[in-house]
DNA sequence: TGTATCCGAAACTACTCAGTACCGTATATA
DNA sequence: TATATACGGTACTGAGTAGTTTCGGATACA
């Protein structure tokens, strides 16, 4: 196993002036909150989403939630950069491409990205409008996912598995482009046979490792 | 150069119960406004935009508008679906794999491609709770571009030039995969040198006719 | 040439929702 | 125990927008 760190340092810096007596504010629900805010920004969008909603939800006043965030657009980039925490701090390491390949391929991690990919359809019209929130998703949802396959492919570089002027940078994303396009657009699951048809049809024929390209045990389906 | 016929008849049924007398509905504008939605869809998104914006840059009414559509939805609806008509009629047929691929290739392509993913991105929040949308976006935009590459590959597997077990059904969506995350996630430009690569990086190592899947001339980028 | 219907423009209605203000209550600090 | 403040909840304000109606003027048909 192999670390590999994406998370940066949480700079909140709250700047609270004078609090001189009384009760201090409790950030305790914070991250309930934060993930009431990301259900409510899987099922109804950026624009669908009510303050109210993110509320009744996290069983909060409106208030509270305004005396922590400035604006809804602020809840919005905080709830997705608060997901980059804590995931694939650990990636498998079995010593072929294809096994850290297939390594990955685990039911949570599936379920996870699933949902992922809900929230980015969510956020999608605004994203050309918001640098910040751009920003946000991609630190959390599309570059983890990259750097994880980058990693396989310059381990296997390394290893003298495939060749060294292989495209790792275009392969790296072939992978989430296609589960990205098959969740938003095609909605069909991102399922293991997805997957591994990916591995074994896409990734490993284009590095050079493939048996051959093959179809599937059934035939190709014909229609669209 | 090969048939592809992608357009259905057109089904407006309209059932004007009696127009005895007068003037006749001024079909001759649809185009425009339809335009100018998917314009302002393109800038806006689907939350974004409002019937003034559309009936503005239309230079029309908005009571037009709301007697040829019964609501917002429909009208995007409409203009969405009426993207798909004469694109691609035409394809290359240069008798290789690759010859078919990078003829596809052109300017205007490119530019037209750009385009209709921003649509896509302005919509993506609604194409979950809207089957209809859903089924337009695919039809214009998604199926289209699929639909050309699976003819290439299977014209390259009637010749012989590539394995009869190829994973066409994937594969043949794996660049306009490409194509959409490059352009509404990483914000970059689906270019000429882009489309090479995933030509000779990816499609070509994967059907087993890549000479190498090498990197460009230059050094493989190595930050994010 | 008359007339019915269209047109663009603008006023109007009804509604939603971000953000604010205030309530009575709970609780951490002094 | 006293107090200041956060809390959940609710009512309010103001802005924006989908959709309707109304207007005077233009235009195709009889």
């Excluded at 570059?143 to 290893?159: C, G, Q």
């Excluded at 072939?174 to 909605?187: D, E, F, G, N, S």
């Amino acid at each position: 196993m192999t670390q590999l760190d994406l998370s940066g340092p949480d700079s909140e810096l709250e700047s609270e002036s004078s609090p001189k007596l009384g009760r201090k504010r409790d950030h305790s629900r914070d991250p309930e909150i934060l993930e009431a805010a990301l259900e409510v920004l899987a099922e109804s969008g950026y624009d669908g989403m009510t303050i109210d909603m993110v509320a009744a939800r996290a069983k909060a006043g409106k208030g509270t939630l305004y005396r922590r965030w400035a604006s809804k657009g602020e809840l919005v980039v905080d709830a997705v950069a608060c997901m980059k925490r804590g995931q694939y701090d650990v990636v498998p390491d079995t010593g072929t491409l294809r096994g850290d390949l297939v390594a990955m391929i685990k039911p949570a991690s599936i379920e996870d990205g699933e949902r992922k990919l809900q929230i980015m359809a969510g956020v999608m019209s605004m994203i050309s409008r918001s640098p910040e929130l751009s920003d946000a998703i991609n630190d959390a949802i599309i570059r983890p996912r990259a750097e994880v396959n980058r990693l396989f492919l310059r381990r296997a570089m390394e290893r003298g598995e495939i060749a060294s002027d292989i495209d790792v940078e275009t392969l790296s994303l072939v992978t989430p482009a296609m589960a990205a396009y098959r969740t938003l657009i095609l909605k069909k699951p991102v399922d293991r046979e997805f997957l591994l048809a990916m591995i074994d049809h896409v990734m490993l024929p284009a590095v050079g490792l493939g048996s051959a390209a093959s179809a599937p045990a059934q035939a190709a389906p014909v229609g669209a």
